[in-house]
């Protein structure tokens, strides 16, 4: 609830600090005493537009703070958390305005924008007045406020991540389908590639391979004479081999008459001969490899030039062929199964979109019950405020699927009302008074009493044009709203007043230097006192006092 209203320098108001209290609060006045103002003021703090035009005559800084005592639960915190703001169990909106005109917003003396700021309050405060009004008179707010009036939060929330659902999938199958098309139109490209390359058969390393070969090839002549004269050497009439094999039959005949050991010199003889045989067994290998020709020359360099073409052809190294070959294949294949995965995806978009519309249809049903509730439950409520000839129309309308489908349904919810007989409903701000309009909002709030965001609802001319019974009408249900809501109004009807629990009087005093008061009325006697004045006049008389005590019976 609003807690208290601090005003420094606001036109007429210098300096202003009010303590409200939860339930029915209604402030009084003469005309042009400051009522006005006090709204001005609580619009400034709530984020409502600004005038320098407020900033008090020989004062360079206006000032409104406005102090709420929230719960633990309210929408506020989660509002704040987002903007990395800390929150409590009081919030307190503040706005500055300089005579130059710029402002400066706070919440909890944290700076903000102006925008947040007005954000925060629309989430506290609802004012309904001729000149400004949140909420109800705003068409985007009609589905949820009546999704609130019915209980239906739950099935809005469920009916939302069905919408994601059948978003995902189609977004999923226009992907596929894109992919699809334009994997078509490489279709011949690709069988095309994966023919060459499956022909040429790249292998791993090939190339590294190639060249060492090729190297090799080159010098075929120069390795052979090497390698013959290698085997020469060693496995030749007078090579290592038969000098190693004489040496150790020479020594072994000579070995019992030596004197000594010999057997480490027979050891190393017989372990030189078997190194020697390993490597006229290799030697004789590698010549036939050369000799017996392999791949010629000729032949690799085919290869190479082949390998090296078709790596340039792709943009690519010759490395990369065999890897770039299975990445083609396997989008070849995908072409071949794209049909079935094309149809699993539509299968999936038809499975979403239907159980998104049939939790729709249902929904839309339930509004549509629920509408007729919320228009009957109305109609009762606006005889006794004189707008018996008047229609209230909660209009649910279903959208086409590309206008109006989305996460809230498939409806369009607006509040519609006719002011006379045989007239077509429009928008209530198009059509009602400021004073039919208050008194409409009125009759619609105290219906919708437990729905809304805002705990403090501001009502202002919500008496204009009325009053005797008309009057004790809307004073009874201001009453009835207040056991749930925080009410203020600003009234000039004695009814209305007389209904308060909590009373202040704005008064204007000064003659040069004028200045607005408000006063709080705790004493029955005041009270009196101030509706006697609202029933006669300047001149309280005996009948205006008993007049304003019968009223205060009736409305206790």
Not at 137 to 159: F, I, M, N, W
Not at 285 to 300: C, D
Not at 462 to 470: A, L, Q
């Amino acid at each position: 609830m609003l807690a208290g209203l601090s005003i420094r320098n606001v036109v007429l108001i210098e300096q202003l600090d009010i303590q409200f209290s939860q339930g029915f609060c209604a402030l009084t006045g003469e005309t042009g005493a400051g009522k006005s103002i006090l709204l001005d003021s609580l619009g400034l703090a709530l984020g409502g537009r600004s005038d320098s035009g407020l900033v008090r005559k020989g004062a360079e800084q206006a000032s409104v703070a406005a102090e709420f005592q929230i719960q633990n639960e309210h929408a506020i915190h989660a509002l704040l958390k987002e903007q990395g703001l800390e929150s409590d169990r009081t919030v307190i909106l503040r706005r500055t305005l300089g005579r130059d005109g710029r402002s400066r917003a706070f919440i909890n003396d944290q700076p903000v924008s102006v925008g947040l700021l007005r954000q925060a309050g629309d989430v506290l405060v609802e004012v309904h007045s001729q000149f400004e009004t949140h909420g109800l008179l705003d068409p985007k707010t009609h589905r949820g406020l009546l999704d609130e009036y019915a209980g239906l939060q739950a099935d809005v929330k469920s009916l939302a991540g069905l919408w994601r659902s059948y978003r995902e999938a189609e977004a999923a199958l226009s992907f596929a389908v894109a992919e699809a098309e334009k994997a078509k139109k490489d279709e011949e490209y690709l069988r095309f590639a994966v023919d060459e390359l499956q022909k040429l058969d790249p292998l791993p390393g090939e190339e590294e391979q190639i060249l060492i070969q090729r190297e090799a090839l080159k010098h075929k002549d120069q390795v052979l004479t090497g390698l013959n004269e290698t085997w020469d050497c060693i496995s030749g009439d007078d090579g290592a081999e038969m000098s190693i094999n004489r040496a150790a039959r020479a020594i072994g005949r000579v070995a019992d008459k030596i004197g000594t050991d010999i057997t480490p010199v027979i050891d190393a003889l017989n372990r030189a001969g078997n190194e020697l045989q390993d490597a006229v067994s290799r030697v004789q290998v590698m010549i036939s490899a050369v000799e017996g020709g392999g791949l010629s020359l000729e032949v690799l360099e085919d290869r190479l030039y082949a390998l090296r073409g078709m790596a340039r052809k792709h943009h690519a190294q010759v490395d990369q062929l065999p890897a770039l070959l299975q990445d083609l294949a396997q989008k070849l294949s995908l072409i071949t199964e794209q049909d079935d995965i094309l149809a699993g995806l539509q299968k999936n978009l038809s499975a979403t979109r239907a159980a998104y519309l049939s939790a729709a249809q249902k929904l839309s049903a339930a509004r549509i019950k629920a509408a007729a509730s919320l228009d009957k439950a109305v109609a009762k409520e606006l005889p006794p405020l004189k707008l018996d000839k008047a229609r209230f129309i909660t209009a649910v309308t279903g959208s086409a699927e590309e206008k109006g489908w989305g996460v809230d349904g498939i409806d369009d919810v607006r509040f519609l009302v006719a002011t006379n007989p045989g007239a077509e409903p429009a928008a209530l701000g198009k059509i009602a008074s400021g004073g039919e309009m208050a008194r409409f909002m009125l009759a619609i709030k105290v219906v919708m009493a437990a729905t809304g965001q805002a705990a403090s609802l501001v009502f202002d001319e919500v008496d204009s044009g009325i009053g005797g019974s008309t009057a004790d009408a809307v004073g009874e249900r201001l009453a009835r709203l207040a056991e749930t809501k925080q009410i203020l109004v600003v009234t000039h009807s004695p009814q209305v007043a007389a209904r308060a629990a909590h009373h202040w009087i704005v008064m204007k005093a000064g003659a040069s230097d004028v200045k607005t008061t408000v006063v709080p009325l705790p004493e029955l006697k005041q009270r009196q006192e101030e509706i006697a004045r609202m029933l006669s006049g300047a001149t309280i008389t005996k009948e205006a006092r008993a007049a304003a005590q019968k009223l205060l019976d009736t409305g206790t």
